[in-house]
Nanobody
Framework: QGQLVESGGGLVQPGGSLRLSCAAS????????MRWYRQAPGKQRELVAD???????SYADSVKGRFTISRDNAKNTVYLEMNSLKPEDTARYYC????????????WGKGTLVTVSS
């Protein structure tokens, strides 16, 4: 069984930066699209950014110009560089991937908490 494990969350002041990482481990042999979602308290989970296996990216309007998604295919890892953070970016951030482990399926990490507050 494969899994996704996020890291890099924490408390940051408004205007600050954080870098999230998500590594796939276990019997995951191939990964297609990788995504970052977030869910703030009392709100629905929303797609923040995604990146294809050949590096094509897309972003939610709310984070364009501030967040950058990237991936290292050799390490089966996706990153989310977050700059100019705002209090409204406070949420649990989840990694998601379409991956092959004996069959294609969707994987989710357990999330990492990002709190933007002074």
């Amino acid at each position: 069984q494969g899994q996704l494990v996020e890291s890099g969350g924490g408390l940051v002041q408004p205007g600050g930066s954080l870098r999230l990482s998500c590594a796939a481990s276990g019997s995951i042999f191939r990964i297609n699209v990788m995504r970052w979602y977030r869910q703030a308290p009392g709100k629905q989970r929303e797609l923040v950014a995604d990146i294809s296996s050949n590096g094509i990216t897309s972003y939610a309007d709310s984070v364009k110009g501030r967040f950058t998604i990237s991936r290292d295919n050799a390490k089966n890892t996706v990153y989310l560089e977050m700059n100019s953070l705002k209090p409204e970016d406070t949420a649990r951030y989840y990694c998601n991937a379409d991956a092959y482990s004996y069959s294609w399926r969707e994987y989710w990490g357990k999330g990492t908490l990002v709190t933007v507050s002074s």
